[in-house]
């Protein structure tokens, strides 16, 4: 199921490059709609603001390292010997894995003292706002999965082509991660604020 | 990087040999065009016939009981809906936005047809899941094509039960569709345009198409938000947009939700919405006028430059769909401001294509009639635009049906003409094969003159003061005798009309089956799909070399020239010199 781009080699690099800056312009929509929908809901008086988990403290400090252990693999990307790849890749995706489980958790803690997704406006934007980010790195994960297999597999068999659309997978995800954690701290910063 | 031509390498060109992959689960952009085509055409006449339904119930209320009062809701608000977003925005983006980008532009194919191919399945899902709401218990929502809360997720308003839940989700299928398309869209012409191909040497066909698609990128999460938010208050329970009120006598579990919250989304969808329909039209009809009327587009910096300011602006005007949800006597100033000011890039448009008909050597074919047929509708539709978009005015007529009038003439009738236009125009080298040219000017003449007698007596019955929404007026004071009767005449008009629309199918189906065998360039066009080495166009579409451009395509009638139009990959120095280099402006 191959088109006809794909087997191009190098050819595809921008493309999927100018694709990515396209798909994060439909990004910034959505949650920039979404946090100002958020602060003018927030403006009516039924509006009760819930205790912010300090988990999520811990969740932001495993989101920023997954950003700079992806940012270091991008770096030794470059490098002609693929092995240092392997580890920072793995612990970026092992990060991310910790980073959603850690929102789950503060999921429950929530729900086990009592605030509901529908108790308030305020509770439903914080389950919707992190479940929308969290899919967005879930299907960001994907494609690091992919580029994981990729690398941990027989690296010496791989063409040219193989390895440089293997070294823009790794710059694409880095260049995604960062854009998600800016995107996580301006909604961080929204939820500690109201 | 915009000139690396990627076809331009010895590559297999993986041709799709079997039945399933040549034709089904096909990534060839021609083939997902006409896929996107047929699907939005069937689901268009679907909403045809619902609007002779209830065209029928309002024009003689007492002679049919074909529809109830809940199914007429039900059938305008998807008339409406599906028109809008499933027929409208799927034919133009989906099926000529796919058609035409690459070969246009000069391209192999979309830069990701595997996502391309998995946008048409998504737009066929979201097609079957609102089509399925017309089989589920209470039938489909009737809440409006605009879904306002709290009226559409409140007991009393048909389809509350399924109907309203299948709509959302099937919007929330549409978007996720239509963005993998878009993606598609804007990364092939900026990334694969062939060499020579520079921006400004684009046709306007594809700068509508492609500032449609931003639009489209940038407004369509607007509802996606609406949506969701929407989905869930119904679902379960939260209130973002429910206020605490009473239903049918009894107190909801809603408090404290804001209902203008999602007027204000639905519109910052909305009114791009228009455009996202309107600027492939505006740059198809370009193309039409120009290669018909053997003359260059008048002012082609203007006109593209004019379809970015429309694209910029139409997200400054939501709020004009709002007058009447009440708002601050400044931003109804600021917004009617906005407003008029989008009449100035789209006047000017009108009058370049005006211009570009002037004294130029008119070929009234298909294509042409329907195109200049849509100068006429577009400017009937613009003007009582103007009317509305000043707030004192729109207050009194927004309930009318003057409203309908204008929208129908400015959105429905105008886009459709073009749709038209552009389906003969581009129907020899879609199927290499031509449409009998008698038929076709009788199905113009019908649709023309049908339309015109539906839409104008509307903006006199809403001047007059005739609530739309209305399932039946029964006796009431200021509706004199003769407005009814208008009222059974426009019935007549849109029966005629909707019989005229065979004309077309049986002259597609006449064409496919017995039409003559087109030439590769009947039109003798000068943009680059008209120079494709196979009609219709292969699989890879040309061939073994990617075409080389070296000039806009609107050289016709180049004074010196031996031909009366110059094909774009003809070399500069032969002959005559790139026209648009020499004079910018017209």
Known sequence: ?194 | MAYVAFADRDTHSHDPDTFLTKYIWSQDHKVIAIQYAITAISVGLVALVLSLLFRLQLGFPDSFSLVKPNEYYQYVTMHGMIMVVYLLTALFLGGFGNYLIPLMCGARDMVFPYLNMLSFWFYLLSVIVLMSSFFVPGGPTGAGWTLYPPQSISPGTPGVDGGIVLMILSLAIFIVAFTMGGLNYVTTVLQARARGMTLMRMPLSIWGIFVATILGLLAFPALFVAAIMLFLDRVIGTSFFMPEMLAMGNTTEYGGGSPILFQHLFWFFGHPEVYIVALPAFGMVSDVLSVHARKNIFGYRMMVWAIVAIGALSFVVWAHHMYVSGMNPYFGFFFATTTLIIAIPTALKVYNWILTLWRGDLHLTVPMLFAIGFIFTFIHGGLTGLFLGNVTVDLPLSDTYFVIGHFHMVMGVSPVLVLFAAIYHWFPKITGRMFHTGLGKLHFWFTLIGTYSIYLPMHYLGILGLPRRYFAYGDTDFIPESAHLMNAGITIAALLVAAAQCLFFINVIWSLAKGKKADPNPWRAASLEWLTPDTPPKHGNWGAELPEVHRWPYDYSVPGATQDFIPQTVPANSGVAPRNEQETEG
């Not at chain 1, 190098?10 to 990515?20: D, E, F, K, T």
């Not at chain 1, 994060?24 to 403006?43: C, K």
């Not at chain 1, 495993?62 to 992806?70: D, F, P």
């Not at chain 1, 958790?105 to 406006?121: D, E, H, M, V």
Request: aromatic share 14%.
């Open chain 1, 1 to 194: 199921m191959k088109g006809l781009i794909q087997e191009q080699g190098p050819i595809a690099l921008p493309a999927s490059r100018v694709g990515l800056w396209v798909f994060l312009a439909v990004v910034t929509s959505l949650f920039g709609l979404f946090a100002v929908v958020y602060n003018m809901r927030a403006e009516f008086p039924d509006w009760r603001p819930l205790p912010d988990p300090t988990l999520l403290w811990l969740n932001t400090g495993l989101l920023i390292l997954g950003s700079i252990t992806l940012q270091r693999a991008r770096s030794v990307s470059e490098k002609p010997n693929l092995n240092s790849l392997k580890w920072s890749l793995t612990t970026s995706s092992l990060l991310t894995i910790g980073f959603l489980f850690g929102q789950i958790i503060a999921w429950r803690q929530l729900a086990s003292s009592g605030y509901f997704f529908t108790t308030n406006p305020a509770n439903a934007f914080f389950y919707l706002l992190t479940g929308l980010h969290g899919l967005h790195l879930l299907g960001g994960l994907w494609f690091l999965g992919r580029a994981n297999l990729k690398i941990w597999g027989n690296v010496e068999i791989y063409s040219i082509e193989e390895i440089a659309h293997l070294r823009l997978s790794v710059q694409l995800c880095s260049f995604y991660w960062h854009y998600l954690l800016l995107i996580w701290l301006i909604l961080f910063s929204l939820l500690l604020s109201t």
